[in-house]
């Protein structure tokens, strides 16, 4: 977990956006712990929302921007600083400065009917945009590289009988890896079946989010939704985002409820069932061995360990992302 001087942070701030700090909060992180956030409120009573990284790709910066510009206020984009830059440097930490939405994002508060059909509007507005202008900015996506985890999951599952460590919450992780490492594997061998990565078609790709869970969508106290956090935005096929809409990360949105309000909003599409399936899973073990390195990093607080772990195990429960996939996988034949 990042850790930072505030108090030097707070007069950066006030050097680079001519404002004068009058409180500043910690704000939680939730899964991700690469950077930190802070609500911040000036002399003037404005608030504003603090984001602090290791390193920002600002080709991502620019996107929200071009998407803000565009789509309006459901993407928020950074506010510049004197320079006129969205990103501000502070020792070896990128930070940027957004406009305060007061609200709460789907895992605090559920989207009703009328929320995902918005929702579902304005992802297809994403994918409608012109590819060929963000293609050399953003990159296109390469979630084949998803297979690193996928082999670090295979060499985790081979070591459990000999690993061993003193620490209650790594042995807590270990034995509860053991109690699903049959389905593990099981998984491991429909993603080798399902990888297409070696079959690229570039003319379906669109502009995708990569990471539209529940999370990253806020909902204002004036009903307005605002998508956040761009940083793993790529040119992608769109199941890409529409994984998360049926997926069930965190038990959400995994009811055929909220599907179908989704893809009514949406509107009429062909989704690639086999593509959706082969992400799904792909989400799945790049998550639980995310959240495992976290784990058994124990510099890290134990407080955050113990939360990445039933993050982690949040995967296995009924209506978890797990059952989801396997619904999608069974779909296929």
Not at 12 to 36: C, S, W
Not at 38 to 65: A, C, G, P
């Amino acid at each position: 977990m990042l850790k930072i001087d505030e108090t030097q942070l707070c007069h950066v701030i006030e050097e680079n956006y001519t404002l004068r700090v009058k409180a500043f909060l910690p704000m939680e992180h939730g899964e991700d712990h690469q950077a930190l956030r802070y609500r911040l409120q000036d002399h003037n009573d404005q608030l504003y929302f603090v984001k602090v990284l290791k390193e920002t790709q600002i080709s991502r910066l620019k996107l929200t921007q071009y998407l803000h510009d565009i789509l309006g206020d459901c993407v928020i984009s950074p506010i510049k600083n004197y320079t006129g830059q969205q990103v501000t440097k502070f020792r070896d930490y990128s930070v940027t400065l957004y406009p305060f939405i007061e609200g709460k994002n789907g895992f605090e508060q559920p989207f009703d009917c009328q929320d995902m059909r918005e929702i579902g509007r304005i992802i297809r507005k994403i994918h409608s945009l012109d590819c060929e202008y963000l293609r050399d900015k953003i990159g296109v996506e390469n979630y084949p590289y998803v297979s690193k985890y996928r082999e670090s999951m295979s060499t985790r599952l081979g070591m459990l009988e000999l690993e061993d460590s003193r620490d209650p919450i790594i042995q807590e992780l270990r034995a509860f890896i053991r109690t699903k490492s049959e389905l593990l594997m099981d998984i491991l061998t429909i993603l080798d079946a399902l990888d297409e990565s070696n079959i690229i078609n570039e003319q379906k790709m669109v502009l995708c989010h990569t990471d539209i869970h529940v999370g990253n969508i806020l909902k204002s106290s004036k009903g307005e939704l605002h998508i956040i956090d761009w940083d793993q935005a790529s040119i992608g096929y769109k199941e890409l985002d529409l994984l998360f809409f049926g997926g069930g990360i965190a038990r959400n949105l995994e009811s055929e409820v909220e599907t179908h309000c989704f893809y009514n909003g949406y509107g009429e599409c062909e989704v690639d069932e086999r593509k959706l399936a082969f992400y799904r899973f792909s989400r799945i073990i790049e998550d639980i061995e995310l959240f495992a390195l976290e784990i058994e990093n124990i510099t890290i607080e134990s407080t955050h360990r113990n939360t990445a772990l039933s993050y982690l195990k949040s995967n296995f429960l009924p209506g978890g992302t797990i059952e989801c996939a396997y619904k999608t996988f069974r779909n296929l034949k």
